[in-house]
């Protein structure tokens, strides 16, 4: 019996929710295949506990979260938690968790859905992932500047980080055994560190030769994102394209309450769904809980491949290929998609659905 640590942090608005559901559906499908045990622990990260204390991740959180083998989140901020400048609280959480424990890659896997329509006309099945660069960039933060009459901030793309993302990417695209290739998102054509980007890129091609490296710039590939997404596997970016390409691709594949997402380094890992804490729909009991079933389905896969424990990994496929089922039938579906059950209607019909 494996016995994993999981620090949850369910967060703010509909988090708490969409967690539940999600733990749920995991301690289900964990009874179901036996071999493989979860110690929860829940711990506060969120933007009320820093409106009432001015501190949205305590210290106690950050370290557990370190000890911990996986965290599993649920959404953090809300609209009217801001530092007087105007960047929102969830970065205080968000972007230190990633900074701490150095979670340098963002897999946002963009996948349509049997019986789920998508806003593009072909209909054709969408199935690649981004992983997208997470800690440095144009989103690292520290080189902002701003005077009277000029801001700048400054994109940073290291050699280090670049290839570390790169190979992530490789190894991905080698596992999945679909079209092997990795395309490289940049605008090398303009602007210069994109072009070190793409260099250090195709460095990490030549080790892997059974993987076709693509080259597309950022503003093409909007368009294929929406004219010929069939064209990718695994696709690796800068931190800023992948934020907004990754919004893109969930928006062609059915919506925010569909998108699952990781943070992953090599030692530590942490999941999440896409969306925000939705304090419009809080507290209803309405909230779409796959996201998060979808994230915690990922977690226990990239668990299973951490500590080479292949029943945590039969769990994850468990786990995902009952919220497919689910979908396909299409009886139960919140009213984001369509539907009218609730939450906890969703949850016990995915639970219904595992093997
Ligand atoms: P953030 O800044 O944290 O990304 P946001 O302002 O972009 O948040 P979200 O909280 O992601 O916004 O949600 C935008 C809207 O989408 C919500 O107001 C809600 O109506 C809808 N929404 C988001 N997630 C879900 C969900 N899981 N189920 C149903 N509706 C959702
Ligand atoms: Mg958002």
């Not at 506990?49 to 809300?78: C, Y």
């Not at 790169?166 to 998102?185: F, I, N």
Request: with cysteine; glycine share 10%.
């Amino acid at each position: 019996m494996s016995t994993y640590t999981i620090v949850a942090l369910p967060g703010d608005g509909i988090g708490p929710e969409v967690t539940e559901s999600a733990l749920a559906v995991t301690r289900a499908a964990l009874a179901a295949h036996g071999g493989v045990d979860l110690e929860v622990d829940e711990h506060e990260a969120s933007a009320q506990l820093w409106q009432r204390t001015g501190v949205a991740l305590p210290d106690e959180t950050l370290e557990a979260s370190r000890e911990a083998h996986a965290i599993l989140m649920g959404a953090i901020g809300l609209p009217e938690a801001r530092h007087p400048d105007g960047r929102e609280v969830n970065g205080d959480v968000i972007l230190k968790l990633r900074f701490e424990l150095d979670l340098y890659a963002g897999i946002r896997p963009i996948r349509s859905f049997p019986g789920v329509a998508t806003p593009l006309a072909s209909g054709e099945p969408i199935d690649y992932v981004i992983v997208r660069e997470n800690i440095e960039g144009l989103l690292a933060s520290n080189g902002t500047n701003i005077r009277e009459e000029v801001a700048s901030d400054t994109l940073i793309v290291t050699r280090t980080g670049t290839r570390k993302v790169s190979e992530m990417a490789y190894r991905l695209a080698e596992r999945r055994a679909g079209k092997r290739t990795v395309a490289c998102v940049d605008k090398s054509n303009a602007i210069a560190a994109y072009a070190f980007f793409r260099r250090v890129f195709d460095e990490v091609a030549a080790g892997h030769p059974e993987v076709r490296p693509d080259y597309v710039y950022v503003d093409a590939m909007t368009a294929y994102q929406v004219l010929n997404p069939q064209r990718f596997d695994v696709v690796v970016t800068e931190n800023l394209f992948g934020d907004i390409i990754s919004d893109l691709g969930a928006a062609t594949v059915g919506g925010l309450g569909l998108a699952a997402s990781g943070d992953v380094g090599d030692d530590h890992g942490m999941f999440q769904p896409s969306h925000g804490s939705a304090p419009d729909i809080a507290g209803r009991g309405t909230a779409n809980p796959i996201a998060t079933i979808l994230s915690a389905g990922m977690m226990m896969d990239w668990l299973g491949r951490q500590h080479d424990d292949d029943a945590a990994v039969e769990i994850g496929r468990n786990i995902d290929q009952a919220v497919v089922k689910v979908l396909a039938d299409g009886s139960v579906r919140t009213p984001d998609l369509g539907g009218s059950a609730s939450s906890a209607e969703v949850t016990a019909a995915v639970i219904a659905a595992l093997d």
